[in-house]
């Protein structure tokens, strides 16, 4: 269960992903402001982190009539040592204080959670509102299901990545997990594996992830 507080956010995610996604070769998004078309989010859905510190979150997004894109990300209470290179922004959440938003392929939680998920045939968090802040109840904007049958998964507790054209692999220690960036029509051909499919408004489910054990 994922607990969602009714918060002011600055910058809004929304914002911060349109701000880094022109520093990542592989989002193919244009550097110049003045040639960038506005960010729209498609859909989105997170997972649980089993210790619930650290909230992770993921969000498929097109930028003017380019690809969908596929931006994971995990915000901590406090800075992730040895993942500088993957910070996205800092945040200020007016319930929770200062954040530290992550391109997620960077954080173990983020490796360990997907790779539960795919393994086990686990799915996107349900979603609740924090209890006693009023506001409307969390609807889910999108799904992800995994493709195994494995009845656990090992603990991943430190990653390396290497990301070449649109793919990040991330090597947790128990198999590599393939981030596509890119994702639908235009994505790469994904490897074999087990496979982690989402599905948000308007589209078919789509591979976004890949387990190669």
């Not at 996604?21 to 982190?49: H, M, N």
């Not at 173990?108 to 799915?123: E, K, N």
């Not at 603990?155 to 393939?178: N, P, Q, Y």
């Amino acid at each position: 269960m994922a607990v969602i507080h009714n918060a002011e956010l600055r910058p809004s995610k929304t914002d911060a992903i349109a701000a880094w996604l022109p520093t990542q070769p592989w989002s193919g998004v244009d550097e110049d402001p003045a040639r960038r078309a506005p960010l729209v989010a498609l859909g989105r859905f997170r997972f649980d982190d089993p210790d619930g510190e650290v909230g992770v979150e993921t969000y498929l997004v097109r930028v003017g009539d380019g690809p969908v894109l596929h931006v994971p990300l995990t915000y901590r209470g406090a800075p992730l040592p040895g993942a500088e290179a993957f910070l996205v922004t800092e945040m200020d959440h007016s319930v929770l204080g200062r954040r530290w938003v992550y391109d997620a392929v960077g954080d173990p939680v983020y490796a360990d959670v997907l790779r539960r998920a795919i393994a086990t045939g686990g799915r996107e968090a349900d979603l609740e509102a924090a209890p006693g802040e009023g506001g409307p109840a969390p609807t889910k904007e999108g799904t992800a299901v995994g493709s195994g049958s494995d009845v656990d998964s090992p603990t991943v507790s430190a990653v390396h990545v290497a990301t070449a054209g649109t793919t990040s692999t991330v090597s947790t220690g128990h198999g590599d997990l393939v981030v596509l960036r890119v994702v639908g029509a235009e994505a790469t051909d994904a490897p074999d594996g087990a496979t982690l499919t989402a599905t948000w408004a308007g589209s078919e489910p789509t591979v976004v992830a890949v387990l190669r054990a």
